[in-house]
């Protein structure tokens, strides 16, 4: 019977496999709330009328009025948006830690795990989060900005170039010979997409972090799970494995905490590290002295993805070789290297060049 880490490794991932019908729910009312606002951007532009005029000056003047009411309604969509996707996130921290906290008791069959996340902390979370160096109200003001630069762009442009309106519109909106693809708007769009996509994973992973740390009596230390198939990231299928302790130093490597998420669109999650049995309070010994073989196993059992590439070489040797691509497949291969000996400690991949330099291929 597998360890309770590794039971509890599974059972995580089953949890982890439902974050995207969170996230396609709130992506839904991020579209809805985008063609709304694309609506009212164009109405906008057509009252506007630019080029209605002959007049540089009056034209000038209709466009800083334009730019003006567009970033107001720029200013209260972004904020609007934000507070719901907020109110989302709060709900996910919660349920993510009061979840894992479930699963780990329910296989532990007691109460091995006795803190969860107290009622302030969820909105804490979603608050203070960081996801690639920033809080998510600042991703939410800087994308803002951003769009608001592009349109003041495209009208300053159409200016210019004495265009009119319908420039202006294929500007925002796309051509439908592209599907509407090469609009400004669609790029608004998947940028916001991406931020709620990537947040719902940081909040929920960042949660169970959380939640470990209150449960330092029986937890010592985060192990790295990755999602394993074609997708993977490169940084990812590094840390699958890695394990550091709650303070987030490395045990057994030298790879660094690249915090709860490793890049955007990220899918990995961690887990707990337990204790051994002889480390635990005694009262927590007393629960678990009928399941003292399970505490075994501090770690998960599950197959990490050098392993997993291994096996995929010998079955699909071109999977492998598409993944790592042809010349580090060949220094992976004569070599015998880990995914961990392909990038430097901060997680950044090396290239063909230094991995010559460094296992001495010619």
């Not at 160096?133 to 170039?161: C, H, L, M, P």
């Not at 998960?300 to 999977?319: H, Q, R």
Request: charged share 25%; proline share 2%.
């Amino acid at each position: 019977m597998p360890n309770l880490s590794t039971q509890i490794a599974n059972e995580l991932m089953d949890l982890v496999s439902q974050l995207p019908r969170v996230q396609a729910s709130m992506t839904r009312d991020l579209k809805n709330a985008f063609a709304e606002y694309q609506r009212e951007m164009l109405a906008a532009v057509a009252n506007a009328d630019v080029m209605g005029v002959t007049a540089r000056r009056y034209q000038e003047k209709r466009a800083l009025k334009l730019v003006k009411s567009v970033k107001e309604l720029t200013n209260i969509t972004y904020r609007d948006i934000y507070k719901h996707t907020e109110a989302e996130l709060i709900s996910v921290a919660a349920t993510a830690s009061d979840s894992m906290l479930n699963v780990v008791n329910g296989l532990a069959q007691g109460e091995l795990l006795t803190h969860t996340l107290t009622s302030p902390q969820p909105k804490y979370l979603v608050k203070h989060s960081v996801i690639d160096g920033a809080t998510s109200a600042e991703w939410w003001g800087k994308q803002a900005a951003n769009t608001t630069f592009k349109f003041k762009n495209v009208v300053q442009d159409a200016i210019i170039k004495g265009e009119g309106t319908d420039t202006i519109v294929r500007s925002i909106r796309g051509t439908r010979a592209n599907g509407y693809r090469d609009g400004f708007m669609n790029t608004a769009y998947n940028n916001a997409r991406s931020l709620v996509h990537t947040s719902v994973q940081n909040v929920a992973n960042e949660s169970r972090l959380e939640m470990m740390k209150e449960n330092d009596d029986v937890i010592e230390g985060v192990e790295w799970l990755s999602i394993l198939d074609g997708h993977t990231s490169t940084i990812c299928k590094v840390l699958d494995g890695k394990v550091w302790d709650l303070q987030y130093k490395p045990i057994g490597h030298k790879q660094e905490w690249p915090g709860s998420v490793a890049h955007w669109g990220e899918r990995s999650t961690q887990t707990m590290v337990l204790k051994g049995f002889g480390d635990l309070p005694k009262n927590k010994q007393a629960l678990m002295k009928g399941q003292r073989t399970s505490m075994d196993g501090k770690v998960s059992g599950g197959v990490d993805y050098n392993d997993w590439l291994k096996a995929k070489d010998k079955s699909n040797p071109s999977f492998v070789s598409n993944t790592l691509g042809k010349e580090k497949y060949k220094i992976w291969k004569e070599k015998g290297l880990s995914m961990t000996d392909m990038v430097d400690q901060y997680n950044n991949p090396l290239t063909v060049e230094q991995l010559k330099v460094k296992f001495k291929v010619k």
